[in-house]
Antibody, heavy 118, light 106 residues
Framework: QLLESGGGLVQPGGSLRLSCSVS????????MSWVRQSPGEGLEWVSG????????YYVDSVKGRFTISRDNSKSTLYLQMDSLRVEDTAIYYC?????????????WGQGTLVTVSS | IVLTQSPGTLSLSPGEKATLSCRAS???????LAWYQKKSGQAPRLLVY???TRATGIPDRFSGSGSGTDFTLTITRLEPEDFAVYFC????????FGPGTKVDIK
């Protein structure tokens, strides 16, 4: 089970921190990612992190603004989102990489809604 | 890698066959292409990975095929629960998704 939290309404330029609490599999053994879906739009991979946190990637549109991290002792994935823009409005999903980092995704949380609006 | 999907909407009846296309802007190496099903208000579900391998618990009416830049998801006999939006995703490079094909009831 992947349970996201931390979404909400924020003004442009503001910050939010998303969390994803994981249970049901050994969190330490898998790389993880965040994927988002804007209203009426398709899916967009946002960021990924390796099992030990040493390998991190971002989509260009969030580089320098978002920071992914993980706490393996708490089986929790994070996404710190700063300098938020209207176009960051989306449902954010926490996802498990099926077999290697930046591959396909076999488990998804239910998502948390982030709304950036003045 | 940019993915395009066609058609945008496919209107079919239960029991019919659905053929969904996904085309990549450059070759998807090692067949690193996956398909997902998404229903409104639900998280996406992995259907197929590695072009043609069904994920755990996925019925055999779903099948994937293709290579290079052209890939296909086929649903042989549509069940009522199959009406949804389908996305393809490549993972040769940083992951990207196609815009989706909506399969709706005719």
């Amino acid at each position: 089970q992947l349970l996201e939290s931390g979404g909400g309404l924020v003004q442009p330029g503001g910050s939010l921190r998303l969390s994803c609490s994981v249970s049901g599999f050994n969190f330490n053994d898998y790389s993880m990612s965040w994927v988002r879906q804007s209203p009426g739009e398709g899916l967009e991979w946002v960021s990924g992190i390796s099992e030990n946190g040493n390998s991190i990637y971002y989509v260009d549109s969030v580089k320098g603004r978002f920071t992914i991290s993980r706490d393996n002792s708490k089986s929790t994935l994070y996404l710190q989102m700063d300098s938020l823009r209207v176009e960051d409005t989306a449902i954010y999903y926490c996802v498990k990489d099926r077999w290697q980092q930046l591959a396909d995704f076999d488990y998804w949380g239910q998502g948390t809604l982030v709304t950036v609006s003045s | 890698i940019v993915l395009t999907q066609s058609p945008g909407t496919l209107s079919l009846s239960p029991g019919e066959k659905a053929t969904l296309s996904c085309r990549a802007s450059q070759s998807v190496s090692s067949g690193f292409l996956a398909w997902y099903q998404k229903k409104s208000g639900q998280a996406p579900r992995l259907l197929v990975y590695g072009t043609s391998t069904r994920a755990t618990g996925i019925p055999d009416r779903f099948s994937g095929s293709g290579s290079g830049t052209d890939f296909t998801l086929t649903i042989t006999r549509l069940e009522p629960e199959d009406f949804a939006v389908y996305f393809c995703q490549q993972y040769t490079d940083l992951p990207t998704f196609g815009p989706g094909t909506k399969v709706d009831i005719k």
